[in-house]
Structure formats: C-alpha cells, structure tokens
C-alpha cells in the first residue's frame, strides 16, 4: 500500500500510457462490433503488421541513435503513415478475404468468429515464417536484414532518447510518455469527429442502426463496411508505432495478448461505444499498474480481468455502455 | 457453382494423388538407407532432443549442430546415424518423443533433452528403458535428484551457477543492494531463488513478471523505487531484451546480471543499446578457450559455435568413445558412461554417481559492442 501511495505518479503517468496503447486498438474491436457485431479476433494481427512495418520503415532510412530532433520528427512521421498505410491495408483484405462472403450469404456469426479466428493464426505465422516465405520467393538474401530471426523480437531502431521532460510528484514524465497519451488522444479526437460530423461517419452510425434502411436511404452498406474495417486499422498502425517506441520491439506473437487486452478494453467500456474504447483502456492500463503495485506483478493479468468481470457484473453493457449507432453528435 | 466444386474434386485428387506418392517415396528411401547401414560392420544411432523447430529452436540448433560434427568427424567401424527428436521445448511433446525413442532399438544414447521441464517429463521414460541421455543444457538441479541412473549432464547445475552469480555481484561488482527478479518458469524462478538465498540481507527487494508480458512499467518503478544499484533476473532471452529496455529507459542505470537463459544474440537484438555493459553468466566455457574445437566446427559450418555447442559435441563424443569401446548395446553404454573419465572440449569429462559432472565451470560474460564476450571465470567452491 505505501508503496502504491508512494509511487503514485510514477504507477499513473505509464499506466496511462500503456492504456492509451490499449485504447487504440480497442477502437478497431468496437468499431467493427458496432457495425456488423462481429468481433473481429484478427485485429490483433493487423496491429502486429504495423508495428513491423513500423520498424522496417525506420530501418531502411537507416535511423539510429543520436539522430537531430528534426530527424528523428520526419522518422516517425515516415513510420505512421507506413504502420497506417499497412494496417488499413491488412484490415481491408481481412475484411475481403475472411468476411465479406460470409457476409453476403447471411452466414451466422459463430462462423464468422471461426473464420477471424483462422485468419489470425495465419497472419501472426505468415510474419513468423517470413524468412522461409522469403527464402521461397529468391528474395533471402536482399530481405536478411527484415526476415532474419523471424522468431525472435525485432528491435525497433533506437532513434529516441528517452529524456526526462518535467517532474510531476516526484516521477519525471518522459518525452516517451508524453508522445504516447498525447498522440493517442489526439488520434481518438480526430476519430470521434469523423464519425460524428463528416458524411462516411452518418453512414457508419446509419448501418451500425439498422442496415437495411440504411441501404434504403442510398447508402452503399458494402463501402461503410470497408471503410470501418479500414478507420480500425488506421487506429491500429498509430497504435502500433506508439508500442514499438514505448516497448521497444516487436515480435510476430505480440499481437495475442496486446489483443486480449485491447478487447477487454473494448469490452469494459461498452463495446461498439468509441469513447468507452478510450476510457475502458485507460482504465485498464491503470488497474494493471495499480493492481501490480498492491498485489505483486505476477498478478498483473489476474487484477485485469477480474476488475472486467466485477464491472460487467454490475454494468452488464460496460462503463459507458451506450452503443455506437445511438451516440449522439 | 458446379463448376467450383469440380475444380475443387480435380485439385483434391491432385493432393491426394501426391500425398501417396511422397509417401511412397519416403518408404522407398528409409529402405534403402536400413539395408545400406546393415552393410557395415556395426550399425548403430545416437539421438538428439531437443527443440529444433518453433521458438526456442535457436538453442536446441546450436547444440544439434556440435552433435553433427562429432558424429562426422567419427572414424571408427561402426556406421553411427544421427536420430533427431524435435520436441519444441514442449514439456507435453516430450514423453511421446521419447517412447519413440526408445521403440527404436538402434538407439543407444540420447544427447540431451535441452531444456529442465522436458528434461522432467521424459527422464522417467528414458531411465525405465535404460536408455542413457547426456543433458547439454538442461540445468535444473531437481533432474539429478530422481534417483534415474540414465540421467547425465555435461555442464554445472543452478545449484553452481546460482552461487556463482551472487558472488560475482558481490565480489567483482561489490553490490550490497541487489534487486531479484524472474519470470515464474521452472528455470527462472528456480534459479533466482538461488541467487536471492545467497545474497541474503543484500537483497533489496524481488518481483516476479509473467512470460511473454511486454510492459513492465509496474516492475521498473518497484525497482528504481527499491534504489538498487544491481538487479539479477532469471529467465529467457525475449522478456530480458524488453526489460533491461524498460529499465533504462525507466531510469535504472545500475548493473544488470543474468544467466544462460538469455545468452543468445536475440537478447541483444530485442534490447538493443540498452543491453550495452550487461552480465551474463553461463556455466560453459567461451569457444575462444576451446581453439581446437572452434576451428573445426568454423571450417565444418563456416559459422561460429554458439552457447552449448560445445557440450553437444563433447556429449557426443563420450558416447562415440563408447562405440568404439564395444558398448553397443543400452545397458554396455549406460555402464561406459557412468565410469567414463577423459578429456572433453570443455573440461575434463567424468560424472559422479547422480550423473552431475565432476567438474565444473561458471563464466561471466558481458555484452561489449553488440557482442557477448567473456568476461572472466567465476570461482566456483
């Protein structure tokens, strides 16, 4: 306990941080929930895919220790829109190739459940046979540096240095955590908007309402899809770049886990509910750190998943509950 | 939609049609490799075990690798072949690995299992058979307690390492706060319990973190609250990689000491800079002090050995010495192995009546420059 009170800043400042990670990618889980109600498992993966395109991206403009600031500014530019670029692009083809005929032919939703499933295996193997799918296709030798120990974590070239910023308690909050929540609560506020004032944002609270009228009224179901699928894996890559800055490496089984996480955020708070996605990652990045500092580490997970079932238990919708299609503007 | 499904009988047909024939193959080739192996003098097979696929494959290669190379450099009358049990690392893969093992009645002598927990689950199997097995790796000091008399190990337990390590924190870095922590698995926790038992009252303080966890914010904050100027961990390379990331970057600039789970270029590659002036200690002895054994296996490969390849080789060889000395059968090599006394690549092999080795060495090792470099040896008592 004293060490909770003592440490209080410290546990907050990268609890929050981690949430934010969590938070982003929760987006993509309850975006598509929202939507279609389906829970799209392989989101995990589309997460992990940018992450290494991430670190690639880094790599091959030869990023490294000791770059200018304004260099490292244009590396991780260079690294958001290549993390972006690649997750949307991995969300739509998970959306053509494990969903949409399963969707076109009414198939029920346990199905496509196995389907998400399947197409998340494939996809964290594909990245971890990357050396032999290389090898297969001539290219080994060129690609060694990206495909080499494809089982191992790959490091994220280490072009920040961490510094501290300013004290806050007694906690020095670092360049790192103030990138992290800033840049993940600016990424929602963006999201939020989109959905709440453009035109693709009406159709996509249209079709998460009711599909068949909102068909009726010209808008075009497959397209909103796509596109939510797409927003998902936009959330995803920024969220992707952030955890290879914040943990440092990335390997192609990461995404389970980080998964499960982000889907208990998602769950938490209120799924198909895009503020709940943000407030129920904060709040489970907090209770990892809070609940690893009263009752051990190892018990990390265990604190987690309880303080869901509690919260489900007395708010069986989660903390905010209300539904994508009902949110007001 | 009928024609979907046509295709779909013409590709299966297709498979199945190549299925058979691969299988027929197969069956041909084993054949021919039995009556070809039948025509020596004597013909006989080793096994490996060990993982050679999936995430932990890096280790079990490196020591298949030395097993290979002893069994080619073998100049002797009888045709040895190399068995290979690809266990993953799985403690649930293992006993099945090994009744297949010891169906096969041309194996004589198993190098290995690699890890502890497999070591665990398939040394009752081996030892009913009466099937000898050669550890290279495995470290866990319990293995030697279960009274199996097939069970040998090539390199010093945890019992030896864990010591070793107190004492180089206390002696050579001459820390008197000293933070522990591990990853729960039987290796890891085992052996940080040692180390924590060891340092006693300098212990500042302990945490345990779970396998494959990525943040450990939580931890990193116990410890530069702990004001530790030392922090040992036991565990496996790709949660070591994050930490000692996280530390650094957490504020943590005291020295980090851990073990052989983490020898391996992975841990450098996942820690990058952060693992610069890091401690590794490893009961094995750096290939620079086994010159011999190094430009073999170089001009063998074209690579160099990697942890434990050595002891692969030297257990190799001991069996092989058995070969020669007419020990073809389980129960004559069990026997040979138990009184084996000779020089190996990496000590002087001869085993006590538990199957410990007699001999034993600890080495430091530091990270310099991206590398793993020795360091300096570690008196053992």
């Not at chain 1, 091959?60 to 000791?66: C, E, L, P, S, V």
């Not at chain 1, 974590?153 to 072009?159: A, H, Q, R």
């Not at chain 2, 097979?45 to 290669?61: C, H, I, K, N």
């Not at chain 2, 073990?259 to 002036?277: C, M, N, R, W």
């Amino acid at each position: 306990m004293d060490f909770l009170l003592d440490n209080f800043v410290a546990l907050t400042v990268t609890g929050l941080s981690l949430g934010a990670i969590y938070a982003l990618v929760a987006l993509g889980y309850t975006l598509v929930y929202g939507v279609l109600q389906l829970i799209n498992f392989a989101h995990s993966e589309v997460f992990m895919y940018g992450a290494f395109a991430a670190t690639w991206t880094v790599y091959a403009m030869g990023g490294r220790a000791g770059a200018s600031t304004g260099a490292v500014i244009g590396y991780l530019l260079a690294a958001l829109v290549a993390a972006m670029a690649f997750s949307g692009l991995i969300a739509l083809l998970l959306e053509r190739v494990a969903y949409r005929r399963l969707r076109k032919q009414n198939a029920p939703r346990l199905i496509a459940l196995i389907s998400a499933i399947g197409a998340s295996f494939a996809l964290a193997e594909l990245m971890g046979l990357r050396d032999k799918v290389a090898d297969f296709l001539g290219l080994g030798e060129t690609l060694r540096p990206y495909v080499r120990g494809a089982r191992n974590s790959s490091g994220f070239p280490e072009i920040i240095d961490t510094t501290p910023l300013f004290t806050l308690g007694d906690y020095d909050v670092t360049n790192i955590d103030l990138l992290v929540i800033t840049s993940a609560l600016v990424m929602m506020l963006a999201l939020d908007l989109f959905v709440a004032r453009t035109r693709f944002g009406r159709g996509i609270r249209a079709v998460a309402q009711d599909p068949e009228s909102a068909s009726l009224m010209g808008v075009n179901s497959d397209r909103t899809v796509q596109l939510t699928f797409l927003l998902g894996g936009l959330m995803a890559g920024a969220a992707a770049v952030l955890y290879v800055v914040k943990i440092g490496s990335i390997r192609f089984d990461t995404g389970f886990l980080l998964g499960v996480k982000a889907f208990t955020a998602a769950v938490l708070g209120g799924i198909g509910n895009l503020r709940g996605a943000l407030l129920g990652g904060f709040v489970l990045g907090l209770a990892e750190n809070y609940g690893s500092a009263l009752i051990g580490t190892e018990w990390r997970d265990v604190v987690a998943f309880t303080l869901l079932v509690v919260i489900l238990l007395f708010r069986p919708t989660g903390l905010l509950g209300e539904s994508l299609a009902k949110a007001r503007t | 939609m009928l024609r979907t499904t046509m295709t779909w009988r013409v590709a299966a047909t297709t498979m199945a049609a190549g299925l058979l024939l691969t299988a027929c193959g197969g069956t041909t080739s084993d054949e021919e490799e039995a009556s070809d192996a039948a025509g020596g003098g004597c013909a006989v097979s080793l096994g490996f075990f060990g993982a050679l696929t999936g995430d932990y494959a890096a280790l079990g290669q490196n020591i298949k690798n030395g097993v290979q190379l002893a069994i080619d450099q073998y100049e002797g009358d009888c045709d040895v072949t190399l068995e290979e049990y690809d266990s993953q690392g799985s403690e649930t893969a293992a006993p099945d690995l090994a009744k297949s093992a010891i169906d096969d009645d041309a194996v004589i002598g198993i190098v290995g299992p690699a890890f502890s927990g497999e070591s665990a689950a398939a040394g009752p199997i081996f030892a009913q058979a009466g099937l000898p097995t050669i550890t290279p790796s495995a470290t866990a000091p319990t293995l030697a307690e279960n009274g199996w008399e097939t069970f040998f190990r090539m390199l010093g337990n945890d019992d030896t390492q864990g010591p070793a390590a107190a004492a180089y924190i206390s002696d050579t870095i001459g820390s008197t706060s000293v933070f522990v922590m591990d990853d729960a698995s039987e290796y890891g926790a085992g052996l940080a319990g040692i180390v924590e038992e060891t340092l006693g009252d300098d212990v500042v303080g302990t945490d345990t973190i779970q396998l494959k966890a990525d943040d450990f914010s939580s931890s990193v904050t116990k410890v530069t609250a702990s004001g530790a100027d030392t922090l040992f961990y036991g565990g496996y390379y790709p949660e070591a990689g994050r930490l000692i990331k996280q530390l650094r970057s957490g504020g943590f600039d005291g020295t980090f000491v851990t073990a052989d789970g983490v020898k391996d270029p992975a841990y450098i590659e996942a820690g990058g800079s952060a693992t610069e002036g890091t401690i590794i200690t490893c009961p094995c002895v750096p290939p620079e002090d086994t010159p011999e054994f190094f430009d073999a296996y170089k001009q063998a490969t074209g690579d160099v050995p990697g942890t434990y390849t050595a002891e692969g080789y030297d257990a190799t060889n001991v069996f092989l010495a058995g070969i020669d000395d007419g020990a073809l059968t389980r129960e004559a090599m069990l026997e040979f192995v138990a009184n084996f006394e000779g020089p190996g690549v990496t000590k002087e092999i001869a085993f006590d009546d538990k199957g410990e080795p007699t001999n034993v060495v600890v080495w430091a090792y530091k990270v310099e420059k991206g590398e793993i470099v020795a360091d300096a040896e570690i008196p053992t008592s």
